[in-house]
């Protein structure tokens, strides 16, 4: 059975203290209410910024299930490259997962796909799980390119793993208009395009590692409408921004399995 996983993208909000007091207040919640004994046994992963990272890691030490990562890493592993953090770094502090290829690094900062493979290969390289990011902005979507274009997204940023490699990789479609907009994807839409991905995956790496992958959806993800979207049978989860900021509405999520 592939896991099922919410995880929480911080973006560049909050401060030391805000992220430790959420970190710490969804961490009570769940050892009241242990993840294994959820439906769906979810795993819970917060992605805070580099700064708090070492504190969400203690706030989230004794909490089954619980674990934090950074929201990028650089594709080298170390050297000359000021204001960067690399993957070494940040499994040192704790860390098990880094997201890659979010569409507002790609989008921000340039990341295409050639660069985007480096940093997955960092990211395995030194024990970190890359949630791979992907996804269509809204012109491809009306263009009709959607599919093509997450393919792509997928095809040169993980297809060059093997496939020991590739099986620890978790992805995340966020189709980008859905993104902080409100504008949630139906969870037709959703579903359509998970199944997708698990076909893509299936052609290249085999049905029983496409079973395997989870597949996260992102985009105004929030506790109104997750327990659809993850109804659906090829959405594992969510990787949510800005519910991701509130523990009441992170925990309801959580327990919309
Ligand atoms: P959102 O962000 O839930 O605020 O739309 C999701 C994401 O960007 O990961």
Not at 67 to 95: D, F, R, W
Not at 132 to 148: N, S
Request: glycine share 10%; net charge negative; aromatic share 8%.
């Amino acid at each position: 059975m592939r896991k099922k996983i919410v995880a929480g993208n911080w973006k560049m909000n909050l401060d030391l203290e805000g992220g430790r007091k959420l970190a710490t207040g969804i961490c009570e919640k769940i050892s009241e209410n242990p993840l294994e004994t959820l439906p769906g046994k979810p795993e819970v992963v917060f992605f805070p910024p580099y700064v708090f990272l070492t504190e969400v890691v203690k706030a989230a030490e004794g909490t089954s299930g619980v674990s934090a990562g950074s929201q990028n890493i650089h594709q080298l592993e170390k050297g000359a490259y000021t204001g960067e953090v690399a993957a070494p770094m940040v499994k040192s502090c704790g860390a098990t997962h880094t997201l890659v290829g979010h569409s507002e690094r790609r989008a921000y900062f340039h990341e295409d796909n050639a660069l985007l493979a480096k940093k997955v290969e960092q990211a395995l390289n030194h024990g970190l799980i890359p949630v791979y990011c992907c996804g269509e902005v809204l012109p491809e979507r009306e263009a009709g390119k959607h599919f093509e274009v997450v393919k792509e997204q997928i095809v040169n940023g993980l297809f060059w793993l093997k496939q020991e490699a590739f099986e620890k990789v978790i992805i995340a479609y966020e189709p980008v208009w859905a993104i902080g907009t409100g504008v949630t994807a139906s969870p037709e839409q959703a579903q359509e395009m998970h199944a997708f991905i698990r076909k893509v995956v299936g052609e290249k790496y085999g049905l029983q590692t496409a079973e395997h992958v989870s597949i996260l959806y992102g985009g105004s993800c929030n506790a109104q409408n997750a327990r659809e979207l993850f109804s659906q049978p090829d959405v594992d989860g969510g990787l949510i921004g800005g519910a991701s900021l509130k523990a009441p509405d992170f925990l309801a999520i959580i327990q919309s399995f």
